[in-house]
Each structure stands twice: as C-alpha cells, then as structure tokens.
C-alpha cells in the first residue's frame, strides 16, 4: 500500500514555447483550462494494476474513479508475484488531501499520516500528493508560467521545467520535475497517456532513473 500512495501521483515532448507567457493565476487558469479539454471528466477506468517500486512488485485490479472537480478514488485489490503479500486498499484524493484506507489490515491513514506513512516504507520523502496529483492532470499541480505550443503546453513550477504533449486532441504524455529529488536529482516523473475512442485506455507513471512504475491498464 505504500508503493500505491507513493507512486500514484512522459517521453520529453519538444516544448514549441511561443510568445505571451502567463504567468501566477492566468498560468493556473490556462493549464487548469488545458487539462479540462485535453484530459476529460468524468472517468471511469477498470482493468488491470502493476505496481513495481523497487522490491515492492504487486499486480491486480483495479477501478479508478475521475471526478470533474479533480477528485479520484482508486481501489485496489492484489498481490505480490509469488502471492505472499496480500493489498486491498481504497486511495483517495480531496483537494490537496491524501487518505489511504488498508482493507487488508484494518487501517486508515490521511494527510500528514499517509505522508509519514511512504517516506517509512520507501525511505523516500517527496511531494507525492501532488505527483498524484499530476500524474492524474488534476487542476493547476503546481503551475506558475505557461507558454502555448503548437503540440500542448510548456511551463515552469516552483521546483522545474514541465511539458504536456497533446495527440489528436487528449493528453498524451507529461513531464514533471522529480517529487523526490534528494537522491536523484536528475530523474523525472513521466506520465503516458492512451485514449481509444474518447476513453481512457491507460495510464502509466514512471520514475525511469529510480525505476518505479505503475501502470493501470483497462479491459
């Protein structure tokens, strides 16, 4: 479960930055409007969930709610490839607040708790309410200048570059700063996008130099 909390929070799409940056709350208005026509609510996705951090390597299902005001719930229900680890958990996120409720063990955790909760499991600290938080195209995840581009958007944040590439009109692939730069400070969030007739089909995130993925696959 802490892979999941962690984790859950793009190929380098070329930038094509064009004159008339915004920057503060136009920028935040202008990705949020971006989002909401490039990445669609409500969405509605069940099918398939791999989870590989480090040595943590869970698989199976999973039904990932999207609502429009940026809220999501993801349920999960799995385990480790040899079947010795068992995960049921519910995540969710509100606003800018995180909640885990582990089934399995008859737990729940919020905000601060859950945040306490990954940096123990992974030994990692990082923003990873608001990796989620981008890696789901919610809202403004840390925004403060935008450029439009002939391909999506290109931008700054307070802690790096971003770039969102945009193919037939859906989001397609992003790029984030890292969420947990201390160790690796060269390494990125990658997210993928794919779409099949206006439906979302998957989503996968990456962390390549750490080499954490999760990837929820639909039916």
């Known amino acids: 479960m802490l892979a999941i909390a962690a984790t859950l929070a793009t190929a380098c799409g070329p930038r094509h930055i064009t004159s008339g940056s915004l920057h503060g709350e136009a ?39 999207l609502e429009p005001s940026g809220d999501a719930v993801l349920e999960f229900s799995g385990a480790t490839l040899l079947g010795g680890h068992r995960e049921d958990a519910v995540v969710s996120l509100s606003g800018d607040t995180l909640r885990v409720l582990d089934r399995e063990r008859g737990r729940y955790y919020e905000g601060e708790e859950v945040t306490r909760l990954v940096a ?17 195209a919610s809202g403004c995840p840390g925004v403060e200048t935008v450029g439009n581009g002939e391909s999506g958007l290109s931008g700054t944040g307070p802690d790096g570059p971003f770039t ?29 996008y794919e779409w099949k007739e206006g439906r979302l089909e998957l989503l996968e995130a990456l962390l390549p130099t750490r080499g954490w993925r999760v990837r929820l696959e639909a039916d």
């Open 164 to 192: 969102l590439k945009v193919e037939d009109g859906r989001l397609a692939q992003a790029t984030w700063p890292n969420p947990a730069p201390e160790e690796t400070f060269r390494d990125r969030l990658e997210v993928r």
């Open 120 to 136: 123990s499991g992974t030994g990692k600290e990082g923003e990873w309410t608001l990796a989620l938080r981008r890696v789901l």
């Open 27 to 65: 920028a935040c208005a202008r990705a949020d409007s971006f989002l909401a026509s490039a990445f669609p609510r409500p969405i509605h996705m069940t099918g398939h969930a791999t989870f590989d951090v480090d040595s943590y390597r869970v698989r199976g299902r999973f039904t990932l709610e």
